[in-house]
Nanobody, 124 residues
Framework: QVQLVESGGGLVQAGGSLRLSCAAS????????MGWFRQAPGKEREFVAA????????YYGDSVKGRFTISRDNAKNSVYLQMNSLKPEDTAVYYC?????????????????WGQGTQVTVSS
């Protein structure tokens, strides 16, 4: 079992930045793909970004490419999401996830473990 706890959410103005953190416990994340998803009210959970077990391989949703950066620190058993140039449409609850599969999926149902989420609100 992997337990995930997100932090770093909050209220920010459009154009601003936030850095989300996800601390894992229970097992080392070095053998897991790690990802971020988000869910806005009334919408389905959306893939944001993921980083393969090989940290050099990253994936991004089209709506965040060029603005968000995912990274992992296996020594700290943590994963991060640096969010720049935030827009009001980025407002959502952001979830950290872990997946044992060797192929990264953008489908939330394929991921094995989830955190409780952290709220990000971007004001216009």
């Amino acid at each position: 079992q992997v337990q995930l706890v997100e932090s770093g959410g909050g209220l920010v103005q459009a154009g601003g930045s936030l850095r989300l953190s996800c601390a894992a416990s229970g097992r080392t994340i070095s053998s897991y793909a790690m990802g971020w998803f988000r869910q806005a009210p009334g919408k389905e959970r959306e893939f944001v970004a993921a980083v393969h077990r090989r940290a050099s391989i990253t994936y991004y949703g089209d709506s965040v490419k060029g603005r968000f950066t995912i990274s992992r620190d296996n020594a700290k058993n943590s994963v991060y999401l640096q969010m720049n140039s935030l827009k009001p449409e980025d407002t959502a609850v952001y979830y950290c996830a872990a997946d044992q599969a060797s192929v990264v999926s953008t489908t939330s149902a394929r991921w094995d473990y989830w955190g409780q989420g952290t709220q990000v609100t971007v004001s216009s």
